[in-house]
Nanobody, 123 residues
Framework: QVQLRESGGGLVQAGGSLRLSCTAS????????MGWFRQAPGDEREFVGA???????RYADSVKDRFTISRDNDQNTVYLQMNSLKPDDTAVYYC?????????????????WGQGTQVTVSS
């Protein structure tokens, strides 16, 4: 079993920055690819970005050039640096883990999920 714990959410003004962290514990083979998703009220959970074990990344078009994913494999931690935040970025952000060899964007590939952390961007 894999446990994922997110931290770093909060309230920020538009144009500001936040960094989310996600620490994994459990089976290392199940956390080869780590992803971030988000869900705003009334919306579907959507892909934000993902990073593979060797640091290859993929991003949603809506966050490309503003958000950066990185990971520290020794600490079993993945980060989501969010810059130039917009009110539309307001959502609960979820960390997820997959055993895929390359970063994937589809929710069904991710077997493990964190509880989520709220990010609110005020205008």
């Amino acid at each position: 079993q894999v446990q994922l714990r997110e931290s770093g959410g909060g309230l920020v003004q538009a144009g500001g920055s936040l960094r989310l962290s996600c620490t994994a514990s459990g089976r290392p083979g199940s956390t080869i690819t780590m992803g971030w998703f988000r869900q705003a009220p009334g919306d579907e959970r959507e892909f934000v970005g993902a990073i593979g074990w060797s640091a290859g990344t993929r991003y949603a078009d809506s966050v490309k050039d503003r958000f950066t994913i990185s990971r520290d494999n020794d600490q079993n931690t993945v980060y989501l640096q969010m810059n130039s935040l917009k009110p539309d970025d307001t959502a609960v952000y979820y960390c997820a883990a997959s055993n895929t060899a390359v970063p994937v964007t589809t929710r069904s590939w991710y077997a493990y999920w964190g509880q989520g952390t709220q990010v609110t961007v005020s205008s």
